[in-house]
């Protein structure tokens, strides 16, 4: 039997997932924009991207634009990695699936 | 039961990521509403220049469609969209036409020479075609390069008949490349926000 591959617990939490792949096809992002696409109230979509940037998969940057304050999001080369070695994961567990 | 719910549950991540990729390059589809507008800036500056025989209708329409334009999408820039290379390719494409667009019938309205009108609508025809079926093989989009086979099509055909024909056919173009189009991309917005709903942790 082959061994079954894990999941990399901080990208499986569906919003954690959804941020990661709605930051991996743009550049950066403003935290407005990712709770406009991901409909998540501001409490946990804060949460979520903490956890994803204490585990160096997002990248922040704070400042001021006309006085207001603006928080960017980047996914960084450690969340890509992550992102692509979990689709990997899945497909190989769904192959498994599938060939059960 | 629990494999099948493991495995749907892999299944619903896998087009999560998906989605959500796609989400971030989807930019067309937010700008059904400037295809309306510049639709309706089409007809009016058609009819103004039909019974109002002015030689500014095309500028003055076209330089307000440009303002409200920009208005608008600053506006909607508060939901402060990011930047990607897919979205620089697209927004070159229009806002190189609307460039051309502007200074061509800006040339021909005051130079007087507007006159052909076969020409006028074959050239708006063509342009249109051009960046309808570039932003299309970008996308990868049928239906808006279905817009650019209208327009390309509406071009060669004002060539030909007599001058009535020519702006039926040319009207025709208008009401479905950028008004009916417009509205389906609106409303392909709306359903797709409504059917993915929110995303919780």
């Known amino acids: 039997m ?13 919003l954690r997932l959804a941020l990661l792949s709605l ?17 998540a109230t501001d409490g946990n979509l804060g949460a979520q991207l903490l956890k994803l940037e204490g585990a160096g998969y997002v990248a922040v940057e704070k400042k001021f ?7 960017r999001y980047r996914i960084t080369e450690a969340g890509r990695q ?19 | 039961m629990q494999d099948d719910t493991t495995k749907q549950e892999l299944k619903d991540r ?48 076209v330089s307000i469609a440009v303002i409200i334009t920009v208005a608008v999408a600053f506006l909607k820039a508060g939901n402060r969209r990011p930047a990607t290379t897919l979205g620089r390719a697209i927004g070159s494409i229009w806002i190189a036409l609307g460039i051309s667009m502007f200074l061509l019938f800006l040339a021909l309205g005051l130079s007087g020479r507007l006159t052909d ?15 309808n079926g570039a932003s299309a093989l970008i996308l990868r989009w049928k239906a808006q390069f279905a817009c650019a086979v209208v ?51």
């Open chain 1, 23 to 39: 930051l991996s096809g743009v550049e950066e992002a403003e935290f407005t924009w990712l709770r406009a696409k991901t409909e």
């Open chain 2, 14 to 61: 896998l087009s999560l990521i998906e989605n959500m990729i796609a989400e971030g390059r989807r930019n067309t589809e937010n700008w059904g509403w400037a295809f309306v507008l510049w639709g309706v800036a089409y007809y009016l500056a058609i009819a103004w220049s039909a019974w109002g025989h002015s030689a500014w209708a095309w500028p003055v329409t």
């Open chain 1, 65 to 71: 634009v006309l006085r207001k304050p603006q928080t």
């Open chain 2, 151 to 201: 327009w390309w099509v509406a071009a060669v055909a004002t060539c030909f008949g007599a001058e009535a024909q020519s702006m039926i056919v040319f009207l025709a173009a208008i009401f479905l490349c950028q008004i009916m189009f417009g509205i389906y991309g609106m409303i392909a917005k709306a359903r797709e926000r409504k059917r993915r709903g929110p995303i919780h942790a």
């Open chain 2, 117 to 131: 009108r076969h020409l006028f609508a074959a050239a708006i025809s063509a342009m249109l075609g051009m960046a």
């Open chain 1, 82 to 100: 992550a992102l692509a070695d979990y689709v990997q994961a899945l497909k190989q567990l769904l192959g498994l699936a599938i060939d059960a």
């Open chain 1, 2 to 14: 082959p061994d079954l591959p894990e999941l990399n617990p901080v990208v499986h939490g569906r």
